[in-house]
Every structure is written in structure tokens, then in C-alpha cells.
């Protein structure tokens, strides 16, 4: 049976997989796809063209105008931090 923590470590990979490759490379994520995956996936709306741009920039560590897996992931970190520091009360 698969364990709660099992199934989200699956989500976060499927979801990577179900936006990567539509646009080029199938194992990164364009500046379109990282958009199509925000907007659908963590239900912020549309994103600013601005936004995006900040947004890919500081996660494109290799500066190669794409986010790969592990690039994906710092994210997903970042953004679960963010998370337990709301939920924890934190004013950091």
C-alpha cells in the first residue's frame, strides 16, 4: 500500500513529467511550461509576464532558459518551507 509521503514524492514527479516536453526537451520545463504549471497546478491564476521572468530566473541555476528536475525540485523546497513557516506562524 502506498504510504501518504509516497504518493505526494509521486505527484511532485508526474506533475514535472506532465508539463515537461511540450515545448522542446522532455525532461526540462520551458519558461511557458513552468508557467502552465503554476497557473495549473498551484492555482495562482495567471502569472505577470514580469513575474515569470523572475520567477524562471531564479530558478534557472545553469542559466540554460530551462528548468530541469533538480532545478524543479529547489522549488518545491522552497515553496514547502514557505508553507510550514505560515502554518508554524512564523514571521521570518
Known amino acids: 500500500m502506498e504510504t501518504p509521503l509516497e504518493k505526494a514524492l509521486a505527484t511532485l514527479v508526474c506533475t514535472f513529467h506532465k508539463y515537461s516536453g511540450k515545448e522542446g526537451d522532455k525532461m526540462t520545463l520551458s519558461k511557458g511550461e513552468l508557467k502552465e ?16 521572468e523572475k520567477l524562471m530566473k531564479s530558478l534557472d541555476r545553469n542559466s540554460d532558459q530551462e528548468i530541469d528536475f533538480k532545478e524543479y ?6 515553496l514547502c518551507i514557505a508553507y510550514n513557516d505560515f502554518f508554524r506562524g512564523d514571521s521570518k
Do not use: A, H, P, R
Request: aromatic share 4%; no cysteine; proline share 0%.
Open 73 to 78: 525540485s529547489v522549488f518545491l523546497t522552497t
Open 37 to 52: 504549471l503554476v497557473k495549473n497546478e498551484l492555482g495562482l491564476g495567471e502569472m505577470k509576464e514580469g513575474s515569470i
